[in-house]
């Protein structure tokens, strides 16, 4: 086998493997592409405004970061501070109760899906990492506040339009809907490894370091032969 034959076997292997541990989409309210809606921006002039979607895990599962869909200026800068929670839905009503975890991530990711999609906005899509919650099977709500200094930054309606809550004062009481009873599902969604967290799967290693060697024997068998 010659060294060209060699390194096109071992790159041909490491191709038709998964190299990469995608992120997979714990919960996905993907974003519904209307109007946005709502009687405050999404951004810190809302004071103590919080948001909370309701979400439900089949099984147990570790969450590592998180995304939201916002509408805005194109003219404005983007970026800012997510602050995050989640609650038990053991509140009256079923609304947000016991709070898991929470905390402050950013600054956020962000990535322009759609230049001018509606009355010259930009769709954005904010993605930001947890530090690795784990919950188990069962039914709970993922609580947002964007801290951002954009000022028409607001929050975009998921495609599930359902399950949704609003805070004023921080967490400490919860109304239905996002806005008005207009808006009653968050764009948001929640996944099981970090951004930018994909690595090689533990398999994909082991076939590259077997072919980078196979390549490295044909190297030193061919410098043999020719001393």
């Known amino acids: 086998m010659t060294l060209r034959t060699t390194f096109a076997a071992a790159a041909a ?4 493997l998964p190299l990469t541990a995608q992120a997979a989409a714990v ?3 993907d974003v519904q592409r209307v109007d946005p809606i709502g009687a405050c921006n999404f951004n810190t002039t809302c004071g103590d405004v919080q948001v909370a979607q309701k979400f439900t895990l089949a099984s147990a599962a570790t969450l590592k970061s998180a995304s939201f869909w916002t509408f805005n200026d194109p003219l404005e800068n983007n970026g800012g501070q997510a602050n995050w929670a989640f609650y038990q839905a053991d509140g009256d009503g079923g609304q947000p109760g016991t709070l898991i975890a929470s905390g402050t991530s950013g600054p956020v990711d962000l990535t322009t899906d759609s230049s001018g999609w509606l009355g010259g906005f930009d769709l954005v899509l ?3 990492n947890l530090p690795s919650v784990s919950l188990g099977a069962g039914s709970y709500y993922f609580g947002l506040r964007y801290d951002t200094p954009v000022y028409t930054s607001y929050l975009a309606m998921g495609e599930d339009n359902a399950g949704a809550f609003r805070s004023n004062d921080g967490g400490a009481n919860w109304t239905p809907s996002y806005t ?4 009653h599902g968050v764009a948001v969604a929640l996944y099981d490894t970090p951004v930018g967290g994909a690595v090689p799967e533990p398999g994909a290693w082991a076939l590259m370091i077997l072919g980078f ?3 490295g024997a044909a190297l030193r068998r061919r410098r043999i032969a020719m001393a």
Request: glycine share 6%; proline share 0%; hydrophobic share 60%.
């Open 126 to 128: 904010n993605a930001f």
């Open 180 to 183: 008005e009873n207009l808006v």
């Open 13 to 16: 292997v490491a191709l038709m």
């Open 213 to 215: 060697g196979a390549a």
């Open 27 to 29: 919960y996905d309210n």
